[in-house]
């Protein structure tokens, strides 16, 4: 199995989102900027890049494409759900000829990841005589790998549910897709 990073990696080379630091110039007195000012180009890839308040529709798109192209390197047709930090469906997408069924789980899947605050798999871990003991699934909470909350800087922004694989392919797959989020908007 790949690791997440080379997942990552190979999804964001795939996607052309991860560009390659620039290489520094000198500067001379000429051609320096005033301080505070930074070159148009830089500015506007900072933009491009920086995240916004909240979970938009072309964040959650840029996810589905990441976690669909990450499906595919592992040869595995999946539904991804996005949820916002209310945990309100934000996108469902499903591969051609995924699983009826992991239409449902992948939305539970994200919905879990926000509302207790931590990826599906954990919370199966502490509903195991940890500090969720004796939580089950049901009432839109999965306890299966494949759910991972999107957070930054201790925020969350929404929840990622992945769904059509193994429960480490998914798991693999979301937590590749909510480091891609940290990577992608900054």
Do not use: W
Request: some cysteine; glycine content about 10%; hydrophobic content about 40%.
């Amino acid at each position: 199995m790949r690791t997440i990073d080379s997942l990552v990696g190979e999804v964001a080379k795939n996607l052309n989102t991860v560009k390659s630091a620039p290489k520094q110039q000198a500067s001379s007195a000429n051609t320096a900027l005033p301080k505070g000012k930074t070159e148009p180009r830089k500015a506007k890839a900072a933009a491009e890049n920086k995240c916004p308040q909240k979970m938009t529709l072309d964040m959650a798109k840029e996810l589905a494409k990441a976690s669909e192209k990450a499906a595919e390197i592992l040869g595995i047709k999946i539904v991804v759900a996005v949820r916002d930090e209310g945990a309100n469906l934000v996108l469902l997408h499903a591969m051609d000829d995924s699983y009826i069924a992991s239409v449902q789980a992948a939305q539970d899947k994200a919905y879990t990841a926000v509302a207790l605050k931590m990826p599906t798999h954990k919370a199966l871990e502490e509903s195991r005589g940890g500090a969720l003991d004796g939580l089950t699934n049901g009432n839109g909470i999965m306890l299966l790998g494949g759910g991972y909350p999107l957070e930054k800087a201790n925020k969350i922004y929404g929840g990622l549910g992945i769904s059509g694989g193994s429960k480490e392919q998914d798991t693999v797959i979301a937590a590749a897709a909510a480091e891609y989020f940290k990577i992608r908007f900054k």
